[in-house]
């Protein structure tokens, strides 16, 4: 039987060579007023107590409803914090992590045993990852973040790479194909560095508007080889310098780099201002 509560998200804090933190998010949000993010929220813990990370009752959490008025006002978001000093991954126990080893399908049993002294109480749904599980968790957080990142720039096969089967690793190791998907295709220079990705065009009420989405050349060499650990201190070496958020003008239009190599640009299409403009009705 399926457990349906279960965190959205895992915020993950981490730097080379050192145990991750790991937090349950759960988040919500509606056209509503603060009696429904009341209720909303005190559904998000469910979500986010659905998990615990180490010692029983010492998880992290937060927690966030977005208010969104109908009367056209400003967006209120209303967010809870669950102090603990658990979540992080310390290898206590077990194994280091690797995390350029290939992701690995566990199987943890979806119990929480919340043993009290000598005492074990009947467990409750969930899921408890105990020191023995910490190096597997932390190489699957890893692992897909730099699936997610793989995808942005529409590369289907080294997305793969870092998804198990649970996690649908099938469904992008098929024929990339550019009609039926995006696929890593294209490089541009931004702000004097090099990215890949894939452009897509779509009309902005008329003009025709080409979004590119890609990541560091770099960065993308790294995880398409499966280097994790590589990529990360690459990552944690140019964060402070690497978000960036403005207007480049060999491009034409704006661009959002963040910490993580991956960016976002948009601009009109070239060479719409020499296109023939329809006939007027003469």
């Given at each position: 039987?399926?457990?349906?509560?279960?965190?959205?998200?895992?915020a993950?804090?981490?730097?080379?060579?050192?145990?991750?933190?790991?937090?349950?998010?759960?988040?919500?949000?509606?056209?509503?007023?603060?009696?429904?993010?009341?209720?909303?929220?005190?559904?998000?813990?469910?979500?986010?107590?659905?998990?615990?990370?180490?010692?029983?009752?010492?998880?992290?959490?937060?927690?966030?409803?977005?208010?969104?008025?109908?009367?056209?006002?400003?967006?209120?978001?209303?967010?809870?914090?669950?102090?603990?000093?658990?979540?992080?991954?310390?290898?206590?126990?077990?194994?280091?992590?690797?995390?350029?080893?290939?992701?690995?399908?566990?199987?943890?049993?979806?119990?929480?045993?919340?043993?009290?002294?000598?005492?074990?109480?009947?467990?409750?749904?969930?899921?408890?990852?105990?020191?023995?599980?910490y190096?597997?968790?932390?190489?699957?957080?890893?692992?897909?973040?730099?699936?997610?990142?793989?995808?942005?720039?529409?590369?289907?096969?080294?997305?793969?790479?870092?998804?198990?089967?649970?996690?649908?690793?099938?469904?992008?190791?098929?024929?990339?194909?550019?009609?039926?998907?995006?696929?890593?295709?294209?490089?541009?220079?931004?702000?004097?560095?090099?990215?890949?990705?894939?452009?897509?065009v779509?009309?902005?009420?008329?003009?025709r508007?080409?979004?590119?989405?890609?990541?560091?050349?770099?960065?993308f060499?790294?995880?398409?080889?499966?280097?994790?650990?590589?990529?990360?201190?690459?990552?944690?070496?140019?964060?402070?310098?690497?978000?960036?958020?403005?207007?480049?003008?060999?491009?034409?239009?704006?661009v959002?780099?963040?910490?993580?190599?991956?960016?976002?640009?948009?601009?009109?299409?070239?060479?719409?201002?020499?296109?023939?403009?329809?006939?007027?009705?003469?």
């Amino acid at each position: 039987m399926r457990y349906r509560y279960r965190p959205q998200y895992f915020a993950e804090v981490w730097q080379p060579g050192e145990p991750s933190l790991a937090i349950p998010l759960a988040c919500a949000g509606k056209h509503s007023d603060s009696a429904t993010s009341a209720e909303q929220l005190a559904s998000a813990s469910a979500h986010a107590e659905a998990v615990h990370i180490g010692v029983w009752n010492e998880t992290p959490g937060l927690l966030f409803s977005t208010q969104l008025p109908t009367d056209g006002g400003s967006m209120t978001v209303h967010t809870l914090q669950a102090p603990g000093s658990g979540g992080r991954l310390s290898p206590a126990e077990g194994r280091e992590a690797g995390l350029n080893t290939p992701p690995f399908q566990a199987n943890v049993m979806p119990d929480i045993p919340p043993a009290e002294g000598l005492v074990a109480p009947e467990s409750v749904r969930g899921c408890h990852v105990q020191p023995k599980d910490y190096a597997w968790f932390q190489e699957a957080l890893a692992h897909t973040t730099a699936a997610g990142l793989m995808a942005f720039p529409g590369s289907g096969h080294t997305t793969a790479r870092h998804l198990t089967d649970r996690q649908g690793r099938k469904h992008f190791t098929g024929l990339e194909h550019a009609a039926s998907m995006s696929i890593q295709d294209a490089a541009h220079t931004l702000f004097g560095n090099e990215y890949v990705g894939t452009n897509h065009v779509s009309r902005l009420n008329g003009p025709r508007v080409e979004a590119f989405s890609g990541v560091d050349k770099e960065v993308f060499r790294l995880l398409a080889r499966g280097d994790v650990e590589e990529y990360r201190a690459l990552v944690h070496a140019s964060r402070g310098v690497r978000p960036r958020l403005t207007f480049d003008k060999n491009w034409g239009g704006p661009v959002s780099v963040h910490a993580d190599g991956s960016v976002f640009a948009l601009r009109l299409l070239p060479g719409q201002g020499q296109e023939p403009r329809p006939d007027s009705g003469r």
